[in-house]
């Protein structure tokens, strides 16, 4: 470990998105992975993180969560489950450490105490760290802008089956980028779900559509359809190393910056 490299911390070590982080570290030259946290009662706990990866010893074992000594951190990478949230951010709040969130699904109230503790931290909080997302969310904005006021818009969205929130972060993301451009609620004018006769759909309405199926990674596609012509933007991940990559990139800018609540946009300069 290169003593000038930026030291990670990595909770939820276990999970699908810790996995890979775990092997974007690797690969990342400025940045090493210091501590990889699990569940106390994990049976991961001791058990080297390249096993746990499946890369090869990496000399770092993983830990309990609540063992998780402020010394031994730079900053933090969480992407746990909203239930591990509150007392993940409070601890980087009481220990004054940077953090970047990836957990979706976060309740009102969650989404709250994150703008609370952005006046105490530095955080990075996205839906989606690839930076292919982070560009069609800029170009659904500009899609919206010319054609958002003549077409329906719909929003399709696949992942794998073991994904739990529906519709995905993304998804969300997307429609409440093309909500924000058009001025619109997005809580008012979402429509989740369709079955039987309904009325012809109304035009300011913005669809969802989920598909939960075998190992499919990540696809969205935001769709402007009007009599005659559609638009399609689309972006399809192949693998999680993507988002894994980004999310360290999104530590590695964060270490040096000011208290405030930042997203991919901010990282990649497109804000």
């Not at 719909?154 to 909500?179: N, V, Y």
């Not at 999310?247 to 497109?270: C, F, K, P, Q, T």
Request: contains cysteine.
């Amino acid at each position: 470990m290169n003593e000038i490299n930026m030291k990670v911390a990595i909770l939820g070590a276990n999970g699908r998105m810790g996995r890979v982080l775990i092997e974007a570290l690797r690969e990342n030259e400025e940045a090493d992975l210091a501590v990889a946290t699990v569940r106390d009662d994990s049976p991961w706990v001791g058990i080297d993180v390249g096993e746990l990866a499946g890369i090869g010893t990496q000399g770092v074992s993983c830990s309990a969560v609540s063992t998780l000594n402020p010394d031994d951190v730079d900053v933090v990478i969480d992407f746990t489950l909203p239930a591990a949230f509150d007392d993940n951010l409070a601890w980087c709040v009481a220990n004054k450490k940077p953090v970047v969130i990836g957990t979706t699904g976060l309740s009102e109230q969650q989404l709250i105490a994150l703008d609370e503790a952005a006046k105490q931290i530095p955080l990075v909080f996205a839906a989606n760290y690839s930076v292919g997302v982070n560009v069609m969310l800029a170009l659904v904005k500009q899609a919206a802008l010319v054609l958002g006021n003549t077409a329906d818009i719909e929003i399709l969205e696949a992942h794998h089956r073991f994904k739990q929130d529906a519709p995905s972060g993304t998804a969300m993301a997307i429609g409440q980028a093309i909500a924000d451009t058009l001025g619109r609620n997005l809580q008012e004018c979402a429509v989740y779900g369709r079955e039987g006769k309904e009325p012809p759909r109304e035009h300011k309405t913005i669809g969802f559509a989920t598909v939960r199926a075998g190992d499919i990674v990540g696809e969205h596609t935001a769709l402007f359809a009007d009599i005659g012509e559609r638009l399609e933007i689309t972006h399809k991940a192949s693998s999680r190393l993507t988002f894994a990559k980004g999310a360290v990139h999104a530590a590695l800018w964060l270490s040096s910056r000011e208290n405030g609540r930042y997203g991919m946009d901010d990282v990649i300069g497109l804000a």
